[in-house]
């Protein structure tokens, strides 16, 4: 077992943990507040709560950066292993709720993936989707760097990655936005606002064309990094 296959197999393992034990925490919260099983509008919960709910999002996180930037040995190998543990994690959180809760009835069963600095809603489909992606990400850098470490994002490329993502966290921020008509959106970024308004909220239409958009932006960075760097592979073979 080599090094890179080694470091995948723990950071594997690693993101399949986390994936748990945030499944875990779900299933306590669950039984707590939602007895007869999810479902929107979220039930009222208190200021301590919401306040250890985005802690704990934003510690999820940083633990996934920080085990991205143990295991690399550059920064593109960084951000790489970062992308792939969170799209492990993110895809097994799905695989242990449906284990253990029955949940989610189906891939368009909507969900609420993160509350900073507002709701993110979407029909579980959708993060997945963006997990694949991650994962095709992560396996472009390795191909890439294979016999050229030195290999990194050109601006064009990182460009539309970065947009890429931006537009695809708009469509997660779409349906709550339109909910308001776009009006005093993020007064509702104060903590008692916000608790106040969740618990009247209920996601009507994701916009999949806004996703999509933001996929086909991601998968051509992408693309072009591919092409980019196997011509180079070639040219260097001769």
């Known amino acids: 077992m080599n090094h890179l296959t080694k470091t995948l197999f723990w950071l ?3 993101s399949i943990a986390m994936g748990f034990m945030e499944t875990a ?12 099983g999810f479902k929107f509008p979220l039930a009222p919960i208190t200021p301590t709560v919401a306040i250890t709910e985005f802690l704990r999002e934003a510690a999820t996180v940083i633990m996934l950066a920080g085990i991205g930037i143990l295991s690399g040995k550059n920064r593109m190998q960084r951000f790489a292993f970062f992308i792939y543990a969170f799209a492990i994690w993110d895809i097994f959180y799905y695989v242990f709720l449906k284990l253990l809760l029955d949940w ?26 963006v997990s694949l992606t991650m994962i095709l990400l992560t396996a472009a850098i390795f191909y890439a760097q294979e016999k050229n470490d030195s290999v990194t994002f050109r601006p064009e490329e990182c ?9 695809i ?33 209920i ?16 998968l051509y ?15 260097t073979c001769r």
Request: hydrophobic share 50%; with cysteine.
């Open 169 to 201: 966290i708009g469509s997660f921020l779409w349906d709550y936005i339109q909910a308001h008509n776009g009006s005093d959106i993020w007064i509702l970024s104060s903590k008692e606002a916000l608790l106040t308004d969740m618990t009247n909220y």
């Open 221 to 235: 960075g992408i693309t072009l990094f591919l092409i980019r760097t196997k011509s180079k592979k070639t040219n």
């Open 12 to 14: 594997t393992a690693f």
């Open 104 to 129: 989610p009835a189906s891939l368009f069963t909507w969900d609420i993936l993160f509350l900073i600095p507002i709701p993110w809603v979407g029909p579980v489909l959708a993060p997945c989707i």
């Open 203 to 218: 996601p009507q239409a994701y916009n999949w064309w806004v996703f999509w958009t933001g996929e086909a932006v991601i």
């Open 25 to 36: 925490v779900v299933v306590y919260l669950r039984e707590l507040y939602y007895p007869a």
């Open 159 to 167: 460009i539309l990655q970065i947009t890429g993502c931006i537009i």
